[in-house]
């Protein structure tokens, strides 16, 4: 069955160092892959999606890696602030248009 | 900016009782998902919504559950008789296109005695 994992222990970082989470999958190959952000209590918000065909991906402070040998993402928040602590979600996608399948999430705590 | 909005964001409810969700998309929007995150687990896929029916479920929609758009703006998701195990945070999302990506809603917490 197809598995997605994020690396279950919260990270902590000091503010102003570069924040680097992972995320596998396996048993399927995803066309896309979206990063999301929830902060507790609320629903998920969108912050990036890379294709298959797209080695990196960047938006502000933000980038992500998508390496189909591997069967791996990586997600960067460069110059991390206090604000970025969150908890946040990949999804790996088959299609475009279909429902949304997300990893457990990684916590990121960042410390002034 | 528009988003989506639930109503109500805490429902409190005794077992074996019927709840209803309700979601209003953002305006434009063709495509409806409802998803569940049980406390401390992930968010997991229940229902997507396209051109007033079904699209796909998942394992966890059964019987009890159903999806409706009663009308141009409202999505709501119902619960027949809910159990202790529904009790989670229920997400709507929705999308303009096959293109974009899924705007999620604020969810609502639903507590079942």
């Known amino acids: ?64 890696t998508f390496d189909t040998t591997l069967k791996q993402s ?22 475009s248009w279909g429902k949304l399948q997300f990893g457990a999430g990684t916590q990121v705590v960042v410390t002034p | 900016e528009p988003e989506v909005t ?19 998309p953002i305006s434009n929007h063709l495509y409806f998902y409802w998803y569940r995150q049980i406390l401390g687990q992930k968010v997991e896929f229940l229902v997507s919504f396209y051109n007033n029916e079904i699209s796909e479920k998942s394992e966890i929609f059964d019987d009890q559950f159903s999806v409706e758009r009663p009308d141009g703006s409202n999505f709501t998701l119902k619960i027949r008789s809910t159990k202790l195990e529904d009790s989670a945070m229920y ?21 079942v005695l």
């Open chain 1, 1 to 64: 069955s197809q598995k997605i994992e994020q690396n279950s222990e919260a990270l902590n970082i000091q503010e102003g160092k570069t924040a680097t989470l992972t995320c596998n999958y396996t048993n399927y190959s995803p066309a896309y892959l979206q990063w999301y952000r929830q902060d507790p209590g609320r629903g998920p918000v969108f912050l990036l999606l890379i294709r298959e065909n797209e080695k990196e991906k960047r938006k502000e402070r933000l980038k992500v």
């Open chain 1, 74 to 95: 990586l997600f960067h928040i460069t110059a991390s602030q206090p604000a970025d602590s969150a908890t946040y979600l990949c999804a790996p996608q088959t299609d």
């Open chain 2, 6 to 24: 639930q109503t109500p964001s805490h429902q409190v409810t005794q077992m074996g009782q019927e709840v209803i969700l309700r979601c209003v």
């Open chain 2, 91 to 111: 997400f709507c999302a929705s999308r303009p296109n096959k293109k974009d990506t899924q705007y999620f809603g604020p969810g609502t917490r639903l507590t």
